[in-house]
């Protein structure tokens, strides 16, 4: 066996060429292929060898597996046909950015352990800032708050609830007494973030006709609670909801919370993306005030998972829930107060390059091209909508909300549940069944990367003829 195994930079560039063009014949092929994988439980496990290779294998018998082990058990994503759950899409940009990340393999945990990561993230985060219209102090340059990558927005929801705790505890409440509140269609990452974060109580509260976060309620919610020595908290409003897309009256959310002293937190995951378009941000107004706002740049934003945003309002008690300072971390520009640590951001020490691909994402389609497809994917689904409102056997169950459609058959659950059988057993199309109360629906999202005008035909040709 030769002394060095390591694969040399000549070698990498002839695999890496196959790779890339590996991932190129993906995205030419992908609408062909069957969305939903089709393997049982167990089967694509049952393909591997039962130890580890003891000897060095030739790279191409790893490509090789690529086709023969790995794509049998994947579900497309990426195929113009989804509309499934929400989008995760991805684009060129993006994943190249990827591989130069993973090539550079530095740590961006301090800014000492490489500048441009921090620098790099603070500033593309500064950008984004103008480019959803939230307010200037959201900015690292402004102050004093700022933007964090993050891995989910389970993740920045639950550390929200983990600063607002910490905040309410060292002004001296009690943990058992805290409240944690959201709209009874809030995700359940939110639930349980608070779950996480230690509130033992956490309110659900009642919703409007479009699902959305009724102020009135959440105001009695609080008056329970203060009634009863307990300490709202925190509450979180959405500016879509996963179910149905409904957007909460933020305004009146921050409203109360400032009055009560409450931590404001925004949950805008897939909806975020569409505060590029100048034309959504009245939905989203008084998040200006909000104390924290997350949202996804990896479902809607063309960058592959993951890559969440995080602004604070504020970043003092964040970094004052979150610092540490063992003595093998300590560096002069970190004293000097003058640069960002981010691993006083978030849980995690080690950090990386994740800012690459959202600052190449949006130099390459510029803030314009970024726009164009998402208004495209916006009209798309308002187009669908219409259709489902002129259909006589078809009714929506919500108003269509950005580019998500929700729509049940007139004949009830069991023949809503068929429709979307239906309309699954199509190879190259994906939607989600769901639930809202007691109603069955059809949820389909409008977002995938190549989505074009005769994709979301073929989808409506499968509906009508389903009907
Ligand atoms: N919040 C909302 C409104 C969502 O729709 C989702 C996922 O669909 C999440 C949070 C969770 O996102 P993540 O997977 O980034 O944690």
Request: hydrophobic letters at 45%; glycine letters at 6%; proline letters at 6%.
């Amino acid at each position: 066996m030769p002394d060095d195994l390591h694969m040399t930079p000549d070698e990498f560039r002839r695999h890496g060429h196959d790779v890339v063009e590996w991932v190129a014949a993906y995205m030419e092929r992908v609408r062909e292929l069957p969305i939903a994988s089709a393997v049982r439980p167990g089967e694509i496990r049952g393909r591997l060898p039962e130890a580890a290779p003891e000897e060095p294998e030739p790279f191409a018998a790893l490509l090789h597996d690529l086709d023969e082990v790995v794509l049998p058990g994947i579900t497309h994503w990426q195929a113009p046909g989804w509309f499934a759950y929400f989008p995760a899409n991805t684009s060129g940009p993006s994943i190249l950015a990827e591989l130069a990340s993973a090539g550079l393999g530095a740590q961006g945990m301090l800014w000492a352990t490489s500048p441009a990561l921090t620098e790099i993230e603070a500033h593309v985060l500064d950008w984004l800032v103008d480019l959803l219209g939230l307010p200037q102090h959201f900015k690292t340059a402004v102050g004093p708050g700022g933007g964090v990558i993050q891995m989910s927005a389970s993740d920045s929801t639950h550390l929200a609830h983990v600063v607002a705790r910490d905040r309410a505890s060292r002004a001296g409440a009690p943990i058992d007494r805290l409240v944690a509140y959201s709209s009874s269609q809030a995700h359940s990452s939110v639930e349980r973030g608070a779950r996480i974060a230690g509130f033992s109580r956490v309110r659900l509260v009642d919703v409007d006709d479009a699902f959305a976060l009724r102020p009135h309620a959440l105001r009695e919610a609080i008056e329970r609670d203060l009634a009863a020595s307990l300490v709202p908290t925190i509450v979180t409003s959405a500016i879509g909801t996963t179910g149905t897309g409904a957007v909460d009256p933020v305004a009146e959310v921050a409203d109360i919370a400032r009055e009560r002293g409450m931590w404001h937190h925004v949950d805008a995951a897939w909806a975020g993306s569409a505060m590029l378009c100048e034309e959504h941000r009245p939905r989203q107004a008084g998040a200006e005030r909000a104390d924290s706002y997350t949202f996804n740049p990896h479902k809607w934003l063309f960058t592959n998972f993951d890559c969440n945003v995080l602004w604070v309002a504020d970043r003092a008690p964040l970094i004052e829930t979150l610092s540490i300072l063992p003595p093998y971390l300590r560096n002069l520009p970190s004293e000097s107060g003058e640069v960002i640590d981010y691993r006083d951001w978030h849980v995690p020490l080690g950090r990386r390059f994740r800012a690459l691909k959202l600052w190449w994402v949006l130099r390459s389609y510029g803030a314009a091209g970024l726009r164009h497809h998402l208004r495209e994917h916006i009209a798309l689904a308002q187009e669908l909508g219409r259709r489902i409102d002129e259909h006589p056997r078809l009714e929506r169950v919500a108003p269509v909300s950005f580019a998500l459609v929700c729509f049940r058959h007139r004949q009830g659950n069991d023949a809503t549940d068929v429709l979307a059988a239906a309309i699954n057993a199509h190879p190259n199309l994906h939607v989600t069944p769901s639930t809202v109360g007691d109603t069955r629906f059809v949820r389909l999202a409008v977002g995938q990367t190549r989505t074009t005008a005769d994709d979301v035909e073929r989808l409506w040709t499968a509906i009508a003829r389903a009907a």
